[in-house]
């Protein structure tokens, strides 16, 4: 028998440490869970695949010889995407721009989806190039919805960010100027008045380059978002991260560089500048302060020291 839990990726092995017992817990458990998960989906298990974060996930052929991907998420930690909601994205989308989703279990966390290609990271594309594809992509997939989903409203997503920053800031040592923290809180007010001033769309809530997978068939979109969020809002949010990546271009000329990547995303989608603005802004914040708590210093201290730089940037004017 394979000894799954001596072959967990890294990033997946900071987040079961910051679980600590319920970390422990779960790499105890893993190899008799993928084991009988295997047995009962009839897969035939294969190679892990690295570069996730909050599952583990194995490649896999079913019994009728269909390419598929077993995902085992991890114990929820504050900052990851909820199971269920991410269930939900991926039935709504019904393999439209989102993987293909085969087969669930809410109660083991598990789930199969269509195998795909690689990602965008792998690739050679330019930033530019990126930011393009995914813009195009979220276009295709902001689909107007109702409230009858099980997905994470935008109210709710907005009042955990506030007591997240805020709790995180502190637990860290206040790793950043108070003013960051400030107008993090204002920008998230903001947001949460213009809550009722659009219509309501599928969030992916996480479309950076390494969730975005060529397809490997015919099918008319030639990329596919994995690993959503599964959240009901606003467009803005999503093009908020495409604000916090890429931030070597950030770093010497900040300012300059943060307004370019606004007008691009702006001209990409036709979205509201301030809203991708204050959403790129709280999103630099808080994923670096979240990376501060796994990591303790790198990328986390940088994305900080750039979210201090924005603060001379107001309002954005198209």
């Not at 077993?70 to 989102?98: D, H, R, T, W």
């Not at 907005?158 to 107008?183: A, L, M, N």
């Not at 943060?258 to 802004?281: H, P, V």
């Amino acid at each position: 028998m394979v000894r799954w839990n001596e072959l967990i990726p890294e990033d997946v092995g900071k987040k079961l440490t910051a679980l600590d017992v319920d970390g422990i817990k779960w790499k105890n458990n893993l190899n008799a869970l993928i084991e009988g998960i295997g047995k009962e989906w009839e897969i035939s298990l294969e190679g892990v695949i690295e570069g996730g974060s909050e599952a583990f996930v194995v490649r896999c052929t079913s019994i009728n010889g269909k390419k598929c991907i077993l995902k085992i998420f991890i114990p929820q930690l504050e900052g990851n995407s909820v199971f269920v909601q991410q269930v939900e994205a991926y039935k709504i989308a019904n393999g439209y721009g989102y993987a293909k989703l085969i087969k669930y279990d809410i109660e083991k966390k598990a789930m199969l989806l269509e195998c795909l290609g690689l990602s965008m990271y792998e690739l050679t594309y330019s930033p530019e190039e990126q930011i393009k594809t995914i813009c195009s992509l979220l276009k295709e997939t902001w689909i107007t919805i109702d409230e009858n989903y099980c997905l994470k409203p935008m109210k709710e997503l907005i009042q955990w960010f506030r007591k997240f920053i805020i709790d995180s800031w502190e637990k860290t040592g206040k790793p950043c100027d108070k003013k960051v923290i400030e107008r993090a809180m204002l920008y998230l007010e903001s947001r949460l008045i213009s809550v009722n001033l659009y219509e309501p769309v599928l969030v992916h809530g996480d479309p950076h380059p390494g969730n975005i997978l060529q397809t490997l068939n015919d099918d008319p979109v030639s990329f596919k978002f994995i690993d959503p969020d599964g959240i009901i809002g606003e467009p803005g949010y999503d093009l908020g991260i495409l604000m916090r990546e890429w931030i070597d271009e950030f770093e010497d000329f900040p300012i300059e560089k943060a307004k370019e990547r606004i007008s691009l995303l702006f001209k990409e989608t036709g979205i509201d500048i301030q809203s991708i603005w204050e959403w790129g802004f709280i999103q630099l914040v808080s994923t670096g302060l979240f990376l501060k708590l796994i990591e303790g210093t790198g990328l986390g201290d940088r994305m900080l020291t750039i979210s201090s730089e924005w603060l001379s940037i107001q309002n954005i004017k198209q």
